[in-house]
């Protein structure tokens, strides 16, 4: 099996729960599994099968030994992957504190995990979706436990990422926002807190820039390099949308912009050219061509 041993401890001192699970172990929740470990939990990181599982572990102790070697965190690369457990067996949720969704951004895929690790956690552990679009309060629905159901969504790449959104759902505890805020915080990044609507903040806002720079690209309007400089240097983003585009990946923004042109209409209706990228397979940097070519 892909396990790197477990020693569970007492309730963490460092703000954060001790048990921590994150379901899902590509880019997006090997990051958080990494937060979290940095932030003294015992994180237990599941996966659909154990080839899936092998390269989620592989991501995790990639991103541990990185830290270690810059000097991120004062612990040993033995001490950091000693918390952590690696597998494809929900089992693994059953002490959980809290559990961080972070499947595919697919609402059928989404409801089937939420339900499968729900039924898992005891009644008090709080179980959070990662989901940057989709309705807090549909995917609530769903759930036996909504009060103890929110949204907590993470940003690419998490490690030097300062924002996470928390989403609180109608049905969302008030004191579980509260906890979430604190959990934030102790994992060095700075929450804000908003109230379940279609893309929420900043997926909206993001996406809605984002759509824009592609149409500006597919009318020729300037080149990618271009209209990117434009947003770093005019108006001091940290990377331009089209960059920013092939880090989160083009199937997950064409995905997004699916879902909030159906909710909030044509203003976020995907550009064709998003789509032909899509349909050829160039989705970013993880396919290693999308509005760039990327090496690494």
């Not at 994180?43 to 899936?52: H, I, K, S, W």
């Not at 612990?75 to 949720?93: I, K, P, S, Y």
């Amino acid at each position: 099996m892909s396990i790197v041993g477990l020693e569970l401890g007492d309730r963490g001192e460092n703000g954060v729960p001790d048990r921590v699970g994150v379901l899902g172990g590509g880019r997006m929740g090997a990051g958080i599994a990494h937060a979290f470990l940095l932030a003294g939990a015992h994180v237990a990181l599941v996966e659909r099968n154990e080839a899936e599982a092998d390269a989620a572990l592989e991501r995790v102790l990639r991103a541990v030994t990185a830290s270690v070697t810059r000097g991120a965190t004062g612990e040993t690369h033995e001490d950091l992957t000693g918390r952590l457990h690696v597998g494809w067996d929900f089992a693994a949720f059953a002490d959980r504190e809290l559990v961080v969704e972070a499947v595919p951004e697919v609402r059928a895929l989404k409801i089937d995990a939420l339900q499968r690790v729900e039924a898992m956690l005891g009644s008090d552990a709080a179980l959070a979706s990662n989901t940057s679009s989709i309705s807090i309060d549909d995917l609530a629905a769903q759930l036996e436990r909504p009060a103890r159901f929110l949204g907590l969504h993470f940003f690419n790449p998490v490690p030097s990422s300062n924002l996470v959104e928390l989403v609180a759902g109608t049905g969302t505890s008030p004191e579980l926002i509260v906890d979430a805020q604190a959990w934030v915080s102790a994992l060095g990044k700075t929450p804000i807190t908003v109230s379940d609507a279609p893309g929420f903040a900043s997926s909206r806002l993001g996406v809605a820039l984002g759509l824009e720079a592609i149409r500006m690209l597919e009318d020729g309007v300037a080149s990618a390099e271009d209209i990117d400089a434009a947003m770093m240097l005019g108006y001091k983003h940290p990377v331009g949308p089209l960059r920013l585009t092939d880090l989160v990946g083009l199937d997950v923004r064409l995905g997004i912009a699916e879902y909030l042109h159906s909710q909030l209409g044509a203003r976020f209706e995907p550009p064709a050219l998003l789509r032909r990228l899509v349909a050829e397979g160039k989705l970013g940097r993880k396919s290693g061509q999308g509005f760039y070519t990327w090496t690494d």
